[in-house]
């Protein structure tokens, strides 16, 4: 065992896959066994497997200028020459960037740049920030209270109380309704909570609201028709901004070039990380608009910086990579194939998998979807400790396929937006093995109650 603190790891179980190399949609153990990787890694690897352009940009950045920090009044061409490119990209009025490693760092950035704007103009006491129930926006110490999954908050004492963290209700209608309830209805229900929620906190107090246009970790939720619209009118209305998290929905995984576009978001400040680079150089950005930027320009002013940066905000070989990335989407009409590609996915997924007595409901958007695994389809309900999901995650991973299970029994797809629909087949044709394999254990094992 290597002296490895290994992330969102048990302890117990470490170092049960080494991953050698991959090739296109393809990994490889250290035994050459093939596997599809069904996740793009952790939702990124958006261009798969060693593609050259992407490495040839990185290496020859790295030959010309391998380092060069921000601080200060320094630059370089590659980190101007990224904003302006995302500038003319992002839905963002008159958009400013501030560059990081991580979709956590970027979301900690929010966090602290919200509170610096709201002092700038004169409001401190509107710090507090709505996330939901089920969200997931990161592990550092605010981004990790945005998060609202249990593994990531047990025992590590998040200070919820002390960052002003409020949580609404998930837009989940599969798990969240009531009774009878359409989805109209549970759309109203849940808004009309967050509504008597903000008047009871006071909205003079409230920054913001962090939403994923659809959510990765914490099941792949699509919320359902209508409830952004009324989200977005509630929240106009008292005056809190619309915070994107597109860490993982964002360059073309809904089958748009944002999850925003998708879901009819327009937003306030929006978060990018993973395929920003197709996760081949750490890079993320914030993006806030311009008028909440030109405010802080004289606080920075007054206190001579603005104190707040990163080593490697803005290193020149992560710029080239998500140049050279956002170059290779445009080209290749990447997103374009990605929503030809994922409406094929979404199809099959459904044909192949909304009878199968393992699984409840088949959600997802684009090249990101998940089959909720349940031990009754009538009821819904669902299986002990997540393990429907394990045993899903391991079955697939016998049958040559990598997957992740997500809030317990979600089983989630995430395929590098380069996959083909041949390729789609054999994954789900793996998928399918597994699942059924997985449905005779778990029933062989009295799990399920069918």
């Known amino acids: 065992m290597a002296s490895v603190i290994y992330p969102t790891t048990n302890f117990t179980a470490t170092e049960q896959l080494c991953i050698t190399h991959g090739e296109g949609i393809y990994v490889y153990d250290d035994t050459g066994k093939e596997y599809i990787e069904g996740l793009a890694g952790l939702w990124c690897t958006s261009l798969g497997y060693s593609n ?52 956590s760092d970027a979301n900690d950035s929010h966090y602290k740049m919200l509170r610096y704007y709201f002092n700038a103009i004169g409001k401190p006491q509107k710090r ?15 981004a990790g209270s945005l998060t609202s999954l249990p593994a990531n908050l047990a025992h590590f004492d998040a200070p919820l109380e002390a960052l002003s963290i409020l949580r609404a209700d998930a837009p989940h209608y599969y798990t969240g309704r009531q009774g009878n309830e359409t989805e109209a209805q549970f759309v109203e229900r849940i808004l009309q909570n967050l509504e008597d929620q903000i008047l009871a906190e006071d909205p003079e107090t409230i920054a913001a609201m962090i939403v994923e246009p659809i959510t990765g970790a914490s099941g792949v939720i699509v919320p359902p028709e209508g409830y952004y619209e009324g989200l977005q009118a509630l929240l106009r209305k008292h005056d809190i901004l619309i915070w994107a998290d597109e860490v993982i929905c964002g ?42 930027y030109k405010a802080m320009v004289d606080q920075t002013n007054e206190v001579g910086v603005f104190g707040h940066g990163y080593t490697y905000s803005g290193h020149p070989a992560a710029c080239a990579a998500a140049l050279k990335t956002l170059e ?104 399918k093995a597994g699942v059924d394999t997985a449905y005779e254990a778990l029933k062989s094992e009295g799990l399920l109650n069918s």
């Open 52 to 103: 050259t352009e992407v490495v040839e940009a990185i290496t020859e950045q790295l030959n010309r200028l391998p380092f060069q920090h921000t601080f200060g009044g320094k630059t370089h061409a590659p980190v101007m020459q990224l904003a302006e490119k995302l500038k003319a990209m992002v839905p963002v009025e008159d958009a400013y960037f501030f560059f990081g490693n991580s979709g």
């Open 128 to 142: 507090k920030i709505i996330t939901r129930e089920r969200g997931y926006h990161g592990v550092t110490v605010a």
């Open 251 to 292: 360059f073309g995984r809904t089958g748009a070039d944002f999850g925003c576009t998708t879901m009819g978001i327009k937003p306030d400040l929006m978060t990018f990380a993973k395929q920003l680079s197709s996760a081949y150089f750490p890079i993320s950005a914030s993006v806030i608009p311009g008028w909440m």
């Open 328 to 431: 290779i989407y445009e080209r290749d009409k990447i997103f374009d194939h990605a929503a030809e590609v994922g409406a094929y996915m979404q199809a099959q997924l459904r044909e192949i998998f909304t009878d199968h007595p393992l699984v409840g409901e088949v959600r997802g958007k684009g090249l990101i979807a998940a089959l909720e695994l349940v031990s009754n389809k009538t009821t819904g309900a669902t299986i002990a400790g997540g393990k429907g999901g394990a045993a899903a995650v391991k079955a697939c991973q016998d049958a040559g396929l990598i997957l992740r299970a997500v809030a317990g029994n979600a089983l989630a797809f995430c395929p590098p937006l380069i996959i083909t629909k041949a390729e789609v087949d054999e994954m789900l044709k793996r998928t």
